[in-house]
T-cell receptor, first 112, second 116 residues
Framework: DAKTTQPNSMESNEEEPVHLPCNHS???????IHWYRQLPSQGPEYVIH???SNVNNRMASLAIAEDRKSSTLILHRATLRDAAVYYC?????????????FGKGTSLLVTP | NAGVTQTPKFQVLKTGQSMTLQCAQD?????MSWYRQDPGMGLRLIHY???????DQGEVPNGYNVSRSTTEDFPLRLLSAAPSQTSVYFC???????????????FGSGTRLTVV
């Protein structure tokens, strides 16, 4: 299975934009890029996903590199509530795509 | 909609006891799955189901049983609890459109299990 690489931790100031990077150099042409986050003592929460084009929703934006070997989750204005572990996950449309392969993720600290 | 509901939220078991963790969803999702999360680690898949009557093993299935008699419910049974099963358990569900990778999962809030 294709793997993802994320920094262990990042820090941001409140109300500033945050760019969370993810490398996935072995991504296959049909893998979708998903992002989840997990707030302290809660279950993971779906954030956004995409295949080739950049995506926007009410929570965040997803920028996908043209060669798809990396992507960036963008939080436009970080709030204290955005402090969480963010997971970048590749999902295959094949039968192996049922599982979400959570790695260690990036722990985002937001300071006032 | 309630989403994915897990009960109980907390449980303490003695070694050798059995119990069932409940999971119910009201979104008519075909896919349901169970994960465990150990301290400081990511989630690992225990079992999953692609529809009523169909289940399969994930990465760490030993010591757990599942069944799926209805679309809404996906209980996880611990047969004989061991301290190594102390963990936080999450249930998740997803729509089964095609391709399935084009849909996100909804997670429950978890069950914190301690086996002493």
């Amino acid at each position: 299975d294709a793997k993802t690489t994320q920094p262990n931790s990042m820090e941001s100031n409140e109300e500033e934009p945050v760019h969370l990077p993810c490398n996935h150099s072995t991504i296959s042409g049909t893998d979708y890029i998903h992002w989840y986050r997990q707030l302290p003592s809660q279950g993971p929460e779906y954030v956004i996903h995409g295949l080739t084009s950049n995506v926007n929703n009410r929570m965040a934006s997803l920028a996908i590199a043209e060669d798809r070997k990396s992507s960036t989750l963008i939080l436009h204005r970080a709030t204290l509530r955005d402090a969480a572990v963010y997971y970048c996950i590749l999902r295959s449309p094949s039968n192996s795509g049922y599982a979400l392969n959570f790695g260690k993720g990036t722990s985002l600290l937001v300071t006032p | 909609n309630a989403g994915v509901t897990q009960t109980p939220k907390f449980q303490v078991l003695k070694t050798g006891q059995s119990m069932t963790l409940q999971c119910a969803q009201d979104m008519n999702h075909e896919y349901m799955s169970w994960y465990r999360q150990d301290p400081g680690m990511g989630l690992r898949l225990i079992h999953y189901s692609v529809g009523a009557g169909i289940t399969d093993q994930g990465e760490v299935p030993n010591g757990y049983n599942v069944s799926r008699s209805t679309t809404e419910d996906f209980p996880l049974r611990l047969l004989s609890a061991a301290p190594s099963q102390t963990s936080v358990y999450f249930c998740a569900s997803s729509y089964s459109g095609s391709p399935r990778a084009n849909y996100g999962y909804t997670f429950g809030s978890g069950t914190r299990l301690t086996v002493v």
